[in-house]
T-cell receptor
Framework: GQSLEQPSEVTAVEGAIVQINCTYQ??????LSWYQQHDGGAPTFLSY????GLEETGRFSSFLSRSDSYGYLLLQELQMKDSASYFC??????????FGDGTTLTVKP | DVKVTQSSRYLVKRTGEKVFLECVQD?????MFWYRQDPGLGLRLIYF???????EKGDIPEGYSVSREKKERFSLILESASTNQTSMYLC???????????FGDGTRLSIL
């Protein structure tokens, strides 16, 4: 089966940088995705890594190390609107997608 | 623009009822997914489908079944609803293996 671990809560101030880590155990690993979910809303896609290294999309970046079964999401220049839950998700080569339990990010003024 | 539509935003049913949750996507995606989301437990995969009439069990399939008769529609069925199936249900679709998952707005289902 698959299992993912990520911190349950992170707090940071506006303008800061925050890193949300994700470690996973899976067979047939294909890629690691990140999603954002605001209260009452649907998850929305942020980033995807299939190969080792850093992917940058504006203020958000995601990193993957396949040998360490580890990835992280990096959020820069934090804004109040970034307060949300963030999920990492593992895609397998069987087409399955398994999500972590999510990290609640609180951005304070 | 990508659109995944779930038939109901809120639904209240009785214990023992057969419940149908419908999901339609307009992007011609091969893959469709059903998740349930409970506080502190993230999104848990119930079933997914990679093609018409094809289905695969996810991590928590017990008490559920699915139907995919047409590419754009993926239905989740609660055969005999129970109170522990009260939850938020999310449908998603994805193009290929590496594409983005697009989610519907969710159905908040209450079983009384």
């Amino acid at each position: 089966g698959q299992s993912l671990e990520q911190p349950s809560e992170v707090t940071a101030v506006e303008g800061a940088i925050v890193q949300i880590n994700c470690t996973y155990q899976t067979s047939g690993f294909y890629g690691l995705s990140w999603y954002q979910q605001h209260d009452g809303g649907a998850p929305t896609f942020l980033s995807y890594n299939a190969l080792d290294g850093l992917e940058e999309t504006g203020r958000f970046s995601s990193f993957l190390s396949r040998s360490d079964s580890y990835g992280y999401l990096l959020l820069q220049e934090l804004q109040m609107k970034d307060s949300a839950s963030y999920f990492c998700a593992v895609n397998t080569n069987a087409g399955k997608s398994t999500f972590g339990d999510g990290t609640t990010l609180t951005v304070k003024p | 623009d990508v659109k995944v539509t779930q038939s109901s935003r809120y639904l209240v049913k009785r214990t023992g009822e057969k419940v149908f949750l419908e999901c339609v996507q307009d992007m011609d995606h091969e893959n469709m997914f059903w998740y349930r989301q409970d506080p502190g437990l993230g999104l848990r995969l119930i079933y997914f489908s990679y093609d018409v009439k094809m289905k695969e069990k996810g991590d928590i399939p017990e008490g559920y079944s699915v139907s995919r008769e047409k590419k754009e529609r993926f239905s989740l069925i609660l055969e005999s609803a129970s109170t522990n199936q009260t939850s938020m249900y999310l449908c998603a679709s994805r193009l290929g293996m590496t594409g983005v998952q697009h989610f519907g707005d969710g159905t908040r289902l209450s079983i009384l």
